[in-house]
């Protein structure tokens, strides 16, 4: 069972544009939310993360916006590059299970020059 | 910068053959995983280690599938036999502690089954 829905499955965006990317869950138990960025044959990597408590995290172009009653949180890339052309994966976590990440299934971003 | 080691990471191998794959996770990193990614879809969760021990191995095909980390460092993954569906990228993670927040991920090994 899918734990995090994610959404559009590929996006297009012209450079210098803002792409954004959605996340759902269901489980209120999960209380930290990562986005992971993956180029192809590479493994991912840990780009922005958020916890409940706030609703706003950016960290240069990239910002994480969270809803909490409405159980969803975005990435929003801003002024988007043809370098950030890669897969984003968001993520849930329940910090007190001790258990894995549950990743949505992804989307492929093309920034077009 | 310390990072995940995997290796090999390529693997081309014919259905019914065994195949292992390594990881060997950050220094000092006592929590472990091993994921599953098939192409265009997100990593899901084989295995996760604790040191040595097995905290979740749930959703690993244990009638061919089996991992060790037998002194608490690097990792083993096995399929044997290997089949079709098994073509994936076999991914690594290791994070300090299993409530800490940071994981790492290794480069992959990419299984093609013939």
């Known amino acids: 069972q899918q734990q995090v829905k994610q959404s559009p499955q590929s996006l297009i965006v012209q450079k210098g544009g803002i792409s954004i990317i959605n996340c759902a869950y269901e489980?209120?138990?999960?209380?930290?939310f990562p986005w992971y960025q993956q180029f192809p044959g590479k493994g991912p990597a840990l780009l922005i993360a958020?916890?409940?408590?706030?609703s706003e995290k950016k960290e240069g172009r990239f910002t994480i916006s969270f809803n909490k009653s409405a159980k969803q949180f975005s990435l929003h890339i801003m002024d988007s590059q043809p370098g950030d052309s890669a897969t984003y994966f968001c993520?849930?976590?329940?910090?007190?299970?001790?258990?894995?990440?549950?990743f949505g299934k992804g989307t492929s971003l093309l920034v077009t020059p | 910068e310390a990072e995940v080691a995997q290796s090999p990471r390529y693997k081309i191998t014919e259905k019914s053959q065994a195949v292992a794959f390594w990881c060997d996770p950050i220094s000092g990193h006592a929590t472990l995983y091993w994921y599953r990614q098939i192409l265009g879809q997100g990593p899901e969760l084989l295995v996760q280690?604790?040191?040595?021990?097995?905290?979740?191995d749930s959703q690993l095909p244990k009638d061919r599938f089996s991992a060790e980390r037998l002194k608490g460092v690097d990792s083993t993954l096995k399929i044997q036999p290997a089949e079709l569906g098994d073509s994936a990228m076999y991914l690594c993670a290791s994070k300090k502690t299993h409530l800490g927040n940071e994981q790492y991920f290794g480069p992959g090994t990419r299984l093609t089954v013939t």
């Open positions: 958020i916890r409940p408590d706030v």
């Open positions: 489980n209120t138990a999960f209380d930290y």
């Open positions: 993520a849930a976590w329940n910090s007190n299970s001790g258990y894995a990440l549950n």
């Open positions: 280690f604790q040191d040595e021990s097995v905290v979740d």
